[in-house]
């Protein structure tokens, strides 16, 4: 088995990029209550880059969330039995690193909607990676949209590796027998 590391997001255009939606989401959330609710352990990096952009007040709270994906069946979400932080009138901004499917900030959102008191609930990503009209919900801030294709590094992992990488990376694997 071989893998093949090559380089998508280079650390000034994420750097860059950051900086604008610091700047939006601070303009935005003008005069409100925000928390930023960032979702472990992928979304940590992008989180701890983009706080440092934004210039209004916040609060923080840390959600780890794993979507289990067999073979066939994706996107069960499970929230690891955490309670939800006390969100109670307040601007949610969920933090996460990828919006694939769209499963895993859809039913989050859902539960924090029956669940919280929330004021309101917008999600931030830092990569689309593709348009998936089965879920209804949108996400209001996106870094970059990229191609379908597997990615790693600046917090994202594959089997817990590259999480270290300080840009981003599509993986490829591939297996021979020589
Ligand atoms: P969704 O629920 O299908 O939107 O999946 C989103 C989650 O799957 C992300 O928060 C990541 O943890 C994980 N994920 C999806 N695509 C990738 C990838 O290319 N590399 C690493 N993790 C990924
Ligand atoms: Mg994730």
Known sequence: MSTTLTPLISETQIRDRIAVLGRQISKDYLGKDLTLLVLLKGGAIFFADLIRQITIPTQVEFLSVSSYRGKQERGR?????APLP??????????????????????????????????????????????????VLSVAYIGFDIPPLFVVGYGMDYGEGYRNLPYVAVLQISHHSD
């Open 77 to 81: 979400i499970q929230f690891q039995d």
């Open 86 to 135: 006390n969100v109670s009138g307040r601007h949610v901004l969920i933090i996460d690193d990828i919006w694939d499917s769209g499963a895993t900030l859809s039913a989050l959102t859902k539960k924090l909607l029956s669940e919280s008191s929330a004021m309101a609930i917008q999600s931030c990503v830092l990569l689309r990676k593709r348009v998936d009209t089965s879920h």
